[in-house]
C-alpha cells in the first residue's frame, strides 16, 4: 500500500518525456493518455512475462507499451478503428516490403486518375444512400475519386498485415487534428464542423497525403521482434470479458468520459464509411459506447450513496442529464467488477478518469468510482492527479481560457486510481 501512494505522489504528467515508440504516432485518437504514463504503472507493478490488460484499449497504448516492456499485453474494444490501429501497433511487418506496397498503391492510384468515370462509378455504387449523403457532404467530388483510387488499390494487396497497414494509414489521411483530407474541421477533437464561409479549408490532394502519411508511420515501423508475440488486441465489451477468473496481473485503462463528452465515433467514421461501413451501424454501434447517452431500454445497475447524491443533484436541473450519468455509473460498476473478477488477488487496476460537470454540477468521477469499487469488493488504495498536457491529450477544448465553458473547466486534469484487489 505505502508502494503505491508513492506512486500516486509522482508527477504523472509526462509532459516532457520522449516518446520511446514511434508505432504510437500512426494515427491521430482522441484523448489517448501518454505512453509514459501507463509504462510507469507497468514497470513498477508487473514483472516480464506477466499478463497486462486494457479492457478499453482505445489506440492500444497500454497494448503496445506492454508487449515492448516484456509483458503479454492484451486489449479489447468494441471500435472498429481503434482495433485496426491497435492491431497494426503490434503486428511485426518488413519495412522494405511494406514500402514497396505503398509505392505501387500511390502509383497504380495516380494512373487510375486518367479515368476519373470509373471512379465515379464505383463511389456512386460501392454506398448505401445515407452513407453516400454523408461522404458527400464531408468529401468534395475531386477527394472522393482520389480516395477510391487508393481505396481498389489497396483492396488488392493480398498480405493481410501490410493491406491493414496501408488501410491505417489511408485512415490517417482522413482522421486528423485537423481534418485531413476532408471538408471537416477539428476531427482529431471529435468535434468536427464544416465551415463553408469565410474559412474554406483548402484543397488536400489524397494521394500525395498517403505517401507523406506513409513514409511518415514507416520511419516508426522499426523492428518489432523485442516486443511479446503473444501480445493482442480482440474485439469485447468490458463490461463482459472473454477472459477467465483471477488471470490477469495488472489493469492499466483510460475509460471514456460520460456523457459522449469526448465522441470517438463522430470522427471515426469519417473513415470508417469509407472501409466498409455503413452510417447506420456505426450509430448503432455508438449507442453502445461507455458513456453514451442512449438511456431507453437499459439495465441499471444499483448505486452506492455518493453517486446516488451527485445523480440526484443534477435529476433537480436536467432529468435526462441525471439519466445518462446513472447509465455511464452503472456500466461502470459492471466494467469494476469485471476487473474484479479478472485480477489476481493482491494485484492492481489503475484507472484513469476525468470528472465531468452537467449543469454546473461535478460528476466527482474519482470519488463515485472509489465508492463502488469498495462496494464491489475492489477497495481503492489511493487516487493520484495529473495535470493535462492538452496538446498531446488532444482534448476537445479552446486554446484560450473561458470561465465559462463547462469543457474548460472539466478538463484540465485527470485523476489516477488504484485499485486492489485483496488476497
Known amino acids: 500500500m505505502e508502494r503505491l501512494t508513492a506512486l500516486l505522489s509522482k508527477d504523472l504528467g509526462f509532459h516532457d518525456a520522449p516518446v520511446s515508440n514511434g508505432r504510437h504516432n500512426f494515427h491521430s485518437f482522441p484523448a489517448k493518455f501518454p505512453p509514459q504514463l501507463s509504462r510507469f504503472f507497468i514497470e513498477n507493478l508487473s514483472v516480464p512475462g506477466e499478463l497486462v490488460l486494457d479492457p478499453m484499449s482505445g489506440s492500444g497504448t497500454t497494448v503496445v507499451e506492454a508487449a515492448s516492456a516484456g509483458r503479454v499485453g492484451l486489449g479489447f474494444d468494441i471500435d472498429p478503428l481503434a482495433l485496426?490501429?491497435?492491431?497494426?501497433?503490434?503486428?511485426?511487418?518488413?519495412?522494405?516490403?511494406?514500402?514497396?506496397?505503398?509505392?505501387?498503391?500511390?502509383?497504380?492510384?495516380?494512373?487510375?486518375?486518367?479515368?476519373?468515370?470509373?471512379?465515379?462509378?464505383?463511389?456512386?455504387?460501392r454506398f448505401d444512400e445515407k452513407t453516400k449523403q454523408f461522404i458527400d457532404y464531408w468529401f468534395s467530388e475531386q477527394t472522393q475519386i482520389e480516395l477510391m483510387s487508393l481505396l481498389i488499390q489497396i483492396e488488392k494487396v493480398k498480405d493481410p498485415d501490410i493491406k491493414d497497414f496501408l488501410k491505417l494509414t489511408f485512415s490517417a489521411i482522413i482522421v486528423t487534428k485537423s481534418g485531413g483530407v476532408s471538408l471537416a474541421w477539428d476531427l482529431g477533437h471529435t468535434r468536427p464542423h464544416r465551415l463553408n464561409q469565410g474559412k474554406p479549408k483548402k484543397y488536400k490532394p489524397a494521394i500525395p497525403e498517403f505517401e507523406k502519411r506513409a513514409t511518415k508511420n514507416l520511419m516508426g515501423l522499426t523492428s518489432n521482434g523485442e516486443m511479446v508475440e503473444r501480445s493482442r488486441v480482440r474485439f469485447?465489451?468490458?463490461?463482459?470479458?472473454?477472459?477467465?477468473?483471477?488471470?490477469?496481473?495488472?489493469?492499466?485503462?483510460?475509460?471514456?468520459y460520460a456523457s459522449n463528452a469526448i465522441d470517438y465515433m463522430r470522427a471515426h467514421k469519417f473513415s470508417l464509411v469509407w472501409l466498409g461501413n455503413e452510417v447506420d451501424s456505426l450509430t448503432e454501434l455508438r449507442s453502445k459506447y461507455i458513456g453514451g447517452d442512449k438511456v431507453t431500454d437499459f439495465d441499471f445497475e444499483s448505486l452506492p450513496p455518493l453517486p446516488e447524491s451527485v445523480i440526484s443533484n443534477i435529476s433537480k436541473l436536467d432529468n435526462q442529464k441525471a439519466l445518462v450519468l446513472r447509465r455511464y455509473y452503472s456500466e461502470m460498476t459492471r466494467v469494476l467488477n469485471e476487473m474484479r473478477r479478472v485480477l489476481r488477488p493482491g494485484k492492481v487496476a489503475i484507472v484513469v478518469v476525468g470528472s465531468s460537470v452537467m449543469r454546473g454540477i461535478d460528476t466527482e468521477t474519482d470519488r463515485c468510482l472509489a465508492e463502488i469499487g469498495r462496494a464491489?469488493?475492489?477497495?481503492?488504495?489511493?487516487?493520484?492527479?495529473?495535470?493535462?498536457?492538452?496538446?498531446r491529450r488532444m482534448m476537445p477544448t479552446s486554446t484560450k481560457s473561458r470561465a465559462d465553458s463547462q469543457i474548460e473547466n472539466r478538463m484540465h486534469r485527470e485523476f489516477v486510481l488504484a485499485f486492489v484487489k485483496p488476497n
Do not use: F, W, Y
Not at 485496426?84 to 511485426?92: G, M
Not at 463490461?239 to 485503462?253: G, K, M
Open 84 to 125: 485496426l490501429i491497435t492491431k497494426v501497433k503490434l503486428t511485426p511487418l518488413d519495412t522494405a516490403s511494406v514500402e514497396r506496397q505503398v509505392n505501387k498503391v500511390a502509383q497504380e492510384a495516380e494512373l487510375s486518375l486518367m479515368h476519373p468515370s470509373r471512379l465515379e462509378k464505383e463511389v456512386n455504387g
Open 376 to 391: 464491489l469488493g475492489l477497495p481503492c488504495a489511493g487516487i493520484g492527479v495529473r495535470l493535462l498536457d492538452r496538446d
Open 236 to 256: 469485447g465489451n468490458a463490461e463482459n470479458l472473454p477472459l477467465q477468473d483471477e488471470s490477469i496481473d495488472l489493469i492499466v485503462t483510460s475509460p471514456p
